[in-house]
């Protein structure tokens, strides 16, 4: 028992430094906006009636699972790709609806720990890294406060792709590798995002949060490997508006 408590508070401690590095991750990236909003000679206020925008957009993602499984060690941030278009659609002087269509790239990486209960499972002693490639339908409604626009809302997606690599296991054969593929994982992933941008002319740049509301694996090795997993992603984005 007192073994369990040691994993679950490791991991909670886990947990929180990782919330800590994705905080880290989206002020700089904050700051380093307010610093070219500052500064930009071209920063203008937005119209009473900007009008329909249509763009593209792409950044970083930083994301990671939060595995809840006691055979877990370590968890560590992936970082991966999103990349789509955007419109952006006044409502009224202040307030706009935002639809994007994206290409994410999400996952983790998790080492697992060889334990009697994981062995029961089919979760072996190693560390394994996920690649999970998403089409993401984002449906934001922004506030907009002169170039500052305050953004949230739902987003579906649908998962094209998936990749496990084991990155080392405890044998170090080529023989005893993970076999998972894109019917092991949830096809439609759903939930929530929130952030906040700055529009200077026509370019936006940002951050943002994506919350899952379905867990990640679906059935059999995958989902007790990512037991009660969720989509975790925090992202800085780079737009270009017409």
Same mark, same amino acid.
């Given at each position: ?109 998790? #080492? ?27 449906? #934001? ?102």
């Amino acid at each position: 028992m007192s073994i369990r408590l040691q994993v679950i508070n490791n991991r909670k401690t886990k947990l929180l430094e990782t919330m800590k590095k994705i905080t880290n991750r989206l002020l700089t990236g904050l700051g380093i906006a307010s610093l070219l909003f500052f500064f930009s000679p071209q920063v203008t206020a937005q119209s009473d009636n900007p009008g329909p925008r249509i763009g593209i957009k792409g950044g970083l993602n930083f994301s990671q699972f939060f595995v809840d499984q006691p055979t877990v060690e370590d968890e560590n941030i992936k970082v991966g790709l999103h990349f789509g278009i955007f419109t952006k659609i006044p409502i009224s002087s202040f307030m706009a609806f935002q639809p994007e269509l994206l290409y994410s790239n999400t996952g983790s990486k998790v #080492a697992y720990g060889g334990t009697e209960v994981g062995s029961l499972l089919g979760i072996r002693e190693g560390e394994v890294r996920y690649n999970l490639n998403y089409i993401q339908l984002p449906l #934001a409604f922004s506030v907009n406060l002169g170039p500052v626009n305050i953004h949230a809302g739902p987003y579906l997606s649908y998962l094209v792709s998936a990749n496990v690599k084991n990155l080392r296991t405890s044998d170090l054969t080529t023989t005893n590798t993970i076999d998972l593929n894109n019917d092991d994982f949830n096809k439609i992933d759903y939930g929530l995002v929130g952030g906040i941008g700055f529009d200077l002319r026509n370019v936006t740049i940002g951050a943002r949060y994506n919350y899952g509301l379905r867990e990640v694996g679906r059935e059999g090795l995958a989902a007790n490997l990512t037991n009660r997993s969720r989509n975790s992603v925090a992202q800085l984005y780079l737009g270009f508006g017409f």
